[in-house]
């Protein structure tokens, strides 16, 4: 079942060059590397699912020429899946990198890590080993939420700040420098990588008919060491965990995802289409569970604090207002506030900045004010109903598994 | 508010913003302020009868933050982590 982590060294360190091409063949070099890669159902792996050929085909009926940046820069605090690709399989990406390139004509690719992150100098000295047609230039940027945002990356790319920017029509169609900019997740490009080699049959032979292929789900709990899998898409979540007792609450998708009960996590298949329904996200592949004994609104809580705190300071209702949602919800978990002032300023930075964080940090929020509606009712009379009161750990970006 | 719809929306870039609170001045009927002074558009497509408001307090921005765009031109916010 292992595709992208087939091969995976014991001794965690990364396949070479020689052992990736023993292991997967060499890369393709067809003539139309878009033509073949036509029907491909693959889904963008960094969160928002967009199907990755159309994306290229975007870009090519753009004009094509610009940049392919891949996003190995992990934004989502939780994930570790795009780490654990750089640093053991970095042939892989690298290979998908050329292949969107080559798809799109593109001049240049910009792999992009966080700077302190070991991706960086793993996906160097990987492409140390070998020649790439398309030039290949490595790119670090701030490790905060904010740089690893599409356009962020797209502005760094083009030499300018690693910040959000607003943009009329899609980073594919007219990036930062007026070229047609393709920005794929590291995991999205080495499933391109894995398509182009064994073709359209092989890849779709797992996952769901619209959700075809593997993907890499980072799981965490407290008292285990974090670790990523691979799993088919639309596998249910419950197959991750296989001693499913004392669990209280799962959060999918990341910080940037929802809380889930128990019963409906379990239970809900790992796709986006199966998330959604569920009331849930796929997002990066994130799934956090939470214990009978772990009080999820303490969780939230001190994840909403650290997301205020990720702010890039160039949105008023972001700057504002995430410092204030994150005060309201502990003065909630502190017996002291009001849910309404919570829920108040959800809806003040719903919508109203140029990245995905205010929205992310409200939905997330707001899940927890659903799930841990019986939470709510004992922190309001000044209790909690959970003995150990602290909270899931909340996982420092970049720590490895 | 009667007079059709224009087919325009007010679109602030949340970058560029400083929340001077001009636009809200020009538009009330369109543009509210929050408690920190910037700016919530509380309509969603400019009616057309108000469209010289919206068209007031594009010109009033200092910051040339708010612009009237198509209603089904992309959002302001950018959803996607690429």
Redesign the interface.
Known sequence: MRRLLAGLRDDGRPLTYAEHLALHGPLPTPKDVLAALAGAGLR?R???G?PVVRKLEVARRAGGKGPV?V?ATE??PASLKDQVLATRVPHLVLDGAQVAARAVRAKEVVVATHTGSPAGPALRHALAERRDDVRVRLLEVPARYVS????A??RAAAGGPP?????????AVRGPAGRPTV???AESVAGLALHLRHGKAWYDDLGTPDEPGTVLVTLRRTGVPPGVQEVPLGTPLGALLPQPQGIQAVLVGGWFGRWLPADVALAAPLSHAGMRAAGGVLG?GVVMVLGQDECGLRATAEVARHLAGESAG?????V??LPALAHALEDVVAGRGHRALVDRYRG?VR??????LP?GTADLVGSALEVFADDLVAHAHGGCLRPAGQALAVPRPGVAA | MSGGASGRRLRVDWAACDGHGLCALWAPDLLARDEWGFPVVTVGEVPTAALPQARDAVRACPALALALVPVRSREGTNRTKG
């Open positions: 963008g960094g969160g928002a967009f940046v996003n934004s989502e690893g945002e599409a356009s990356l797209a910040l959000p920017v607003l943009h009329d029509e899609p980073l920005v794929l997740n990066a160039q949105c008023g209702p972001c504002n207002g003040l919508g109203r900045g140029l990245c995905g929205d």
